[in-house]
């Protein structure tokens, strides 16, 4: 990969993580608000959450391969990670059940956590533009230069 694909496919790829993000926030509140919040009314928002565990695996194998700042591999490996933390906490939470205090508080955590993935999945998506930037202010000095 050249340097300017391995910006430019980093760069949607960030994109793409934040727009998942914003989706699993929505989902999760439909299912949340819906006639009846069940395994059922989550079932979207469960499914997308796997693919929200992909696309920052893949993101850190392209920084690491296009050598990219190793504080992009490590905040997508982050994410990965985060994702990772939430499939636990919602299992443990679902097998806790929600007639006792547990379950929910667990699930509570579930909700934290996601905000930290929002956070950090923002900050890459504003480091990801950066790259962009710079990859077209090196195509206009060498075509303006």
Do not use: C
Request: proline share 3%; net charge positive; glycine share 8%.
């Amino acid at each position: 990969m050249t340097s300017s694909l391995t910006r430019r496919a980093f760069a949607v790829l960030a994109v793409l993580q934040l727009l998942i993000v914003l989706a699993q926030f929505y989902l999760a509140a439909t299912g949340a608000f819906s006639a009846e919040p069940n395994d059922e009314a989550f079932a979207p928002h469960k499914a997308l959450g796997y693919v929200t565990f992909v696309v920052p695996v893949v993101m850190a194998v392209v920084a690491a391969a296009g050598r990219l700042p190793g504080r992009l591999t490590g905040l997508s490996a982050l994410v990965a990670g985060l994702v990772t933390v939430q499939v636990i906490v919602a299992k443990i939470a679902e097998t806790l059940g929600d007639d006792g205090t547990a379950g929910p508080l667990l699930f509570g955590l579930h909700a934290l956590v996601a905000l930290v993935i929002m956070a950090v999945v923002g900050d890459l998506a504003r480091r990801s533009r950066h790259l962009w930037r710079s990859d077209q202010m090196a195509a206009y000095n060498i075509t303006h230069g």
